[in-house]
């Protein structure tokens, strides 16, 4: 079983749809948590650190399930440009280094 | 600010070579990780620096090696090359270890092995 495990879509929809993103993690120990955005041949970039008690930007929105150990992103509004992979990252306290899941592809068409 | 910058861009290699990657990290950053990417994957942690030091290492065998410079700046050996260490090579700096931090990745490397 992956540490990090993302459905991979691709999620296509419509202009003005809302979307959301499940990822699950299975080290219970994990204490940071983060969305990237990454788009086609490019490097990731930081979307949004994911709070415990859940937190948004815009019409973006993150949650954190600590108890079914699962992360969300609910994108409202889809913009074309939102069009991106959307990388979940999860990091143990206390260690260095961050797990990636592999990505979920969003398709957001007009 | 200068962001993070990897060179060379694109690499083309064979089996059993060598390659050095290099990445000069964002200003005020004293950590660099290097991360490996493959086609339809999340990056993978290979190692972190910070201040000169390896602080962290993912599951990559030794051949990965690498180093980071008094100015922050580091690079990525590969020893004895194989076809499957084809990938994008992702560097990414921030400040004081990544525990937490956000960190910035540069544009990274696709390092082609024929």
């Known amino acids: 079983r992956k540490e990090v495990e993302q459905d991979p879509g691709p999620f296509n929809v419509p202009e003005g749809a809302t979307v959301a993103f499940n990822c699950t993690y299975s080290n219970s120990a994990s204490q940071s948590f983060f969305w990237y955005r990454q788009d086609c041949r490019k490097e990731p970039k930081l979307l949004m650190s994911?709070?415990?008690s859940g937190n948004e930007d815009g019409r973006f929105t993150a949650q954190l399930n600590r108890a079914s150990q699962y992360i969300s992103l609910l994108i409202r509004d889809s913009k074309l440009s939102d069009s991106a992979t959307y990388l979940c990252v999860v990091q143990e306290g206390g260690s260095y280094i961050p797990t990636f899941g592999r990505g979920t592809s969003l398709i957001v068409h007009p | 600010e200068t962001g993070v910058t990897q060179s060379p861009t694109h690499l083309i290699k064979t089996r059993g070579q060598q390659v050095t990657l290099r990445c000069s990290s964002q200003s005020g950053h004293n950590t660099v990780s290097w991360y490996q990417q493959a086609l339809g994957q999340g990056p993978q942690f290979i190692f972190q620096?910070?201040?000169?030091?390896?602080?962290g290492r993912g599951n990559f065998p030794p051949r990965f090696s690498g180093l980071q410079f008094p100015n922050y700046s580091s690079e990525l050996n590969v020893n004895a090359l194989e076809l499957d260490d084809s990938a994008l090579y992702l560097c990414?700096?921030?400040?004081?270890?990544?525990?937490?931090?956000?960190?910035?990745f540069g544009p990274g490397t696709r390092l082609t092995v024929l």
């Open positions: 994911v709070y415990s």
């Open positions: 990414a700096s921030s400040f004081g270890g990544s525990r937490g931090n956000e960190q910035f």
């Open positions: 620096y910070y201040r000169e030091e390896e602080n």
